[in-house]
């Protein structure tokens, strides 16, 4: 069973507005993404929203007739806050459907806790969870892509969406360069980012969530970006996946003239 986290929480300061909301194709960007992810292989997803718009974004998935298979939940300050949050939301709906991949109130062989919730350990034959996280932000990714990903996090473990650097990169301080860093090894982290269930969970401990009944009281001491990142930290392997299409992040005005367009082209 695949659960997806789909973040759509942010406050959009770059671009000056709420673009999880954007239509693009007559249709808001977060609907795109999560149209997306559930072609993809995505089998139930948690939308992460900020609290304000909880009550009109059920009403939209209802609209959008996405109720059977989506769920909404409150975000929090930052991306990785939010995924937190949507994590806690997957939990309650794994133990709520009676896996054996997790249970409230301990007992069993317990691999991870995550506030109340007990993650048990990650292979059970038929019941074995993935979690996939994905930016609202990015509503071009290809179907195939999606796809790609989760086989691969299904074989490896964890799998992340991305392409490898074409620009040359170059430290800078004060204005300066201090040097051009060796191209071979960069790549652009992407999402959809999938992961084991238990493998997601330790890296969202690590971090400093889910310590108590709630995962938003995490002392986080870095900055995290990505998800990814938060398995690095505990040194579990995660593999890069090569995005065959363009799967591009909306992030500022100068994004929505290729944006709209190449919605119009694809959907419209
Ligand atoms: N996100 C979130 N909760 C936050 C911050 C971000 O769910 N507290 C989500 C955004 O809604 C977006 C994704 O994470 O889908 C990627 O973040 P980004 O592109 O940075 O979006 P914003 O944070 O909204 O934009 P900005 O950083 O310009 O404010
Ligand atoms: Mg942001």
Not at 151 to 169: N, Q, S
Request: charged share 20%; glycine share 10%.
């Amino acid at each position: 069973m695949v659960y997806g986290i789909l973040v759509a929480a942010g406050s959009g300061s770059r671009i000056g507005f709420r673009k999880q909301y954007a239509v693009l194709a007559g249709v808001e960007m977060w609907e795109r993404s999560a149209r997306a992810l559930l072609a993809g292989g995505v089998d139930r997803l948690c939308i992460v929203v900020p609290e304000a718009d909880r009550a009109e974004m059920i009403e939209k998935v209802k609209t959008a007739s996405l109720h059977h298979t989506c769920r909404v939940v409150t975000g929090g300050d930052s991306r990785i806050a939010s995924v937190a949050q949507g994590m806690e939301g997957v939990l309650a709906w794994i133990a709520a459907e009676g896996s054996a991949a997790v249970r409230v109130g301990g007992g069993g062989r317990t691999v991870v806790r995550f506030g109340d919730v007990h993650v048990q350990e990650g292979t059970f034959p038929g019941e074995a969870v993935w979690v996939a996280v994905h930016d609202a932000a990015r509503p071009f990714v290809a179907v195939a892509d999606v796809q790609a990903v989760i086989e691969v996090a299904k074989r490896d473990g964890a799998a992340v969406l991305g392409k490898p650097c074409v620009d040359t990169i170059k430290r800078v301080q004060n204005q300066k360069i201090v040097e051009t860093v060796p191209r071979e090894m960069l790549w652009n982290a992407q999402t959809p980012q999938v992961f084991r269930l238990d493998w997601l969970v330790r890296g969202l401990r690590a971090a400093g969530f889910g310590e108590a009944s709630r995962s938003d009281r995490g002392p986080v001491g870095r900055t995290f970006t990505d998800d990814a990142s938060l398995l690095e930290a505990i040194h579990l392997p995660v593999t890069m996946v090569a995005a065959t299409t363009v799967n591009l992040k909306v992030t500022t005005q100068d994004d929505l003239p290729f944006a709209t367009w190449l919605a119009e082209r694809l959907w419209g």
